[in-house]
C-alpha cells in the first residue's frame, strides 16, 4: 500500500527522494510534498510522505554508515574552513574534487572522474540496493534531488522512470553517470547552462528538460497574487525616495499590474539573514546584527536570523541577542527562526519570506528565491558550485556581494535611497524563473516536454 499524508493514494504520485545533507536538496523536493507517496512504514511520519534516502526507516546500517561518512566529512570541512592557514587549504582540497571546470572553450567532459568510479563501485556493492528494491515492489516516477540516488535507482534496475532535479546554477560532472550516452536518468535542470553542461558531460538531449528550480507554491499563490503582493510592499520599502519607481513606473506596472504598484509597506524594512547547513557564517549574522541594533531598537528595522534546524546557531544568536538587550527594548524586531525538523524549519522561513524586503545569505540554492522577486545580498561563496550561483544572481542582476557587514549601518541606506535593491526586486521577479515546481509535476507525472523559453543561458 501507498501513502501520502497517512492516505492511501490514488491520483498520480510520485517517489520524492532526497538526502539529509546541509539543506539545498530537502530545500529542492519540499514544494513537491503534494505529489510524494511512499510505501508504508519507509518515509518519517515528520516529513509526509517524502523519502530520506540516507535516514529513512529500517536503513541497513552499512548504508547508514557509507551516507554518514559524506556527509559529516563535508559539513566538518565546511566548518574548519575559518581556521587560520589549515582551514583554508584543507577545503581547497575538498572544493577542488568537487569543481566545476570552466564551460568555455566547449568541450567533451563525458570522461568519468575518479569520484564517479569510487560512487559506482560503491554501488555495485550494494549501496542503496534495500531502498530500490523496496521502491520496485510498486514502481511509480522516481523524481530525486541528489544525483546518487538516481545513479543507485539506475544500477540497481528501478522499474519505474529516473528523474534528477539539478539544484544548482551550474553542476560539476559527479551529477552525469558513469556513462552518460547509455543513460536513461532524465534531468530536471534550473537553467539553460546546466542543460548546455550536461550536453558537454555526455547526456542526451531528449533526456533535459529546463523546468526552473522548484520554489514555495504557498509564497506564489493562485495566478501569482501572494507573490505580487509581498513584491508591490517590498518594492514600497526598498525605494524609500521613489527614485528607481519614478524612473521604471511603466515597466514595474506593466510586468508587476497596476493593483500592485504604489503599495504601502505594512512592515518595517526586513531582512532574513541565512546561514548554510553547516552554520558556518553565523558570525556575519551578529555582525549584522550588532550593525544595525539602534535601527532595530527604534523600530526602523526588523531582523530574522536563520538558525535552521541548529541548536547550537540558536543558541548562538539568543547569547547575541540578549548581550545587547534588543528583545527587552523592542520584542518582535529580532526573529530567530528555528525548527525541530526541516519540513518545520522549511515551513517557518517561507512564510517569513512573505514579508522579507532582503534576503542576506551565501549564494547557495537560495540564490533560485530571487524568483520571489527578493534582492540577495551576498555572503562569501563556500564552494565552486556557489562561485557560479553568484555568478548567474549578478548576470540578472538580482543579487549584490555584499560590503563589510560591520558597517552595514552605512552601506545599506546609500543602497536604498539609490533604488538599487527595488531594481534588483525586480530583476529577480522577471528574470528568474519561479515555477519549478509545477513544470517538474508536468514532466515527471504528465509527460509533458515543453521547456521554460524566458530563462538565460547563463
Not at 500500500?1 to 527522494?17: D, H, R, S, T
Not at 533526456?207 to 514600497?236: H, M, W
Not at 517561507?350 to 540577495?376: C, H, M, Q, R
Not at 546609500?414 to 531594481?423: K, P
Request: glycine share 8%; proline share 5%; aromatic share 12%.
Amino acid at each position: 500500500m501507498l501513502y501520502c499524508g497517512g492516505m492511501a493514494v490514488k491520483q498520480k504520485k510520485a517517489y520524492i527522494v532526497t538526502v539529509d545533507m546541509g539543506y539545498g536538496h530537502q530545500r529542492a523536493v519540499y514544494p513537491l510534498h503534494d505529489i510524494a507517496a511512499a510505501p508504508e512504514g519507509l518515509a518519517h511520519h515528520i516529513d509526509g510522505a517524502i523519502i530520506t534516502a540516507n535516514t529513512y526507516p529500517g536503513i541497513p546500517k552499512r548504508d547508514r554508515t557509507l551516507w554518514e561518512g559524506g556527509r559529516s566529512i563535508y559539513e566538518t570541512i565546511s566548518r574548519m574552513k575559518k581556521l587560520p592557514m589549515i582551514g583554508e587549504y584543507i577545503f581547497g582540497i575538498m572544493d577542488y574534487l568537487q569543481r566545476i571546470e570552466p564551460f568555455y572553450p566547449r568541450r567533451d567532459l563525458s570522461r568519468a572522474t575518479l569520484q564517479i568510479k569510487q560512487i559506482y563501485a560503491t554501488i555495485r556493492h550494494g549501496w542503496g540496493k534495500d531502498l530500490i528494491d523496496r521502491l520496485n515492489k510498486h514502481p511509480l516516477p522516481l523524481v530525486t534531488s541528489f544525483f546518487t540516488v538516481a545513479f543507485m535507482a539506475e544500477e540497481h534496475k528501478y522499474k519505474g522512470d529516473i528523474f534528477c532535479i539539478c539544484t544548482d546554477t551550474d553542476v560539476a560532472r559527479a551529477w552525469a553517470p558513469m556513462y552518460p550516452q547509455q543513460s536513461r536518468i532524465r534531468y530536471l535542470v534550473p537553467n539553460r547552462r546546466v542543460k548546455e553542461r550536461m550536453l558537454l558531460y555526455g547526456i542526451r538531449t531528449e533526456q533535459l528538460f529546463i523546468t526552473g528550480f522548484p520554489l514555495p507554491k504557498e509564497n506564489l499563490g493562485k495566478d501569482l497574487r501572494v507573490l505580487k503582493e509581498s513584491l508591490g510592499c517590498r518594492l514600497a520599502n526598498l525605494d524609500p525616495e521613489g527614485r528607481y519607481f519614478k524612473k521604471y513606473e511603466h515597466t514595474i506596472e506593466y510586468y508587476l499590474g497596476a493593483r500592485y504598484c504604489n503599495m504601502k509597506a505594512n512592515h518595517p524594512l526586513t531582512i532574513t539573514f541565512a546561514v548554510g547547513g553547516a552554520g558556518a557564517q553565523r558570525d556575519i549574522g551578529v555582525a549584522i546584527l550588532e550593525s544595525l541594533h539602534e535601527h532595530i531598537d527604534r523600530g526602523e528595522i526588523r531582523l530574522n536570523l536563520v538558525a535552521g534546524v541548529r541548536q547550537d546557531v540558536f543558541r548562538y544568536y539568543e547569547t547575541a541577542v540578549r548581550s545587547m538587550h534588543i528583545q527587552r527594548l523592542h520584542q518582535g524586531n529580532i526573529v530567530i527562526l528555528y525548527g525541530e525538523t526541516k519540513s518545520e524549519y522549511f515551513r517557518l522561513f517561507n512564510e517569513a519570506l512573505l514579508t522579507t524586503d532582503i534576503l542576506w545569505t551565501k549564494p547557495s540554492e537560495l540564490s533560485f528565491y530571487a524568483g520571489l522577486g527578493l534582492p540577495v545580498i551576498m555572503a562569501p561563496p563556500v564552494g565552486s558550485q556557489e562561485d557560479f550561483n553568484r555568478d548567474w544572481l549578478l548576470s540578472i542582476g538580482a543579487g549584490f556581494t555584499s560590503e563589510d557587514p560591520r558597517y552595514t549601518n552605512e552601506w545599506l541606506f546609500d543602497w536604498l535611497r539609490s533604488g538599487w535593491l527595488a531594481e534588483a526586486a525586480m530583476n529577480g521577479f522577471m528574470n528568474a524563473p519561479r515555477n519549478g515546481a509545477y513544470h517538474v509535476a508536468d514532466v515527471a507525472l504528465h509527460g509533458k516536454k515543453s521547456e521554460i523559453e524566458d530563462v538565460h543561458l547563463l
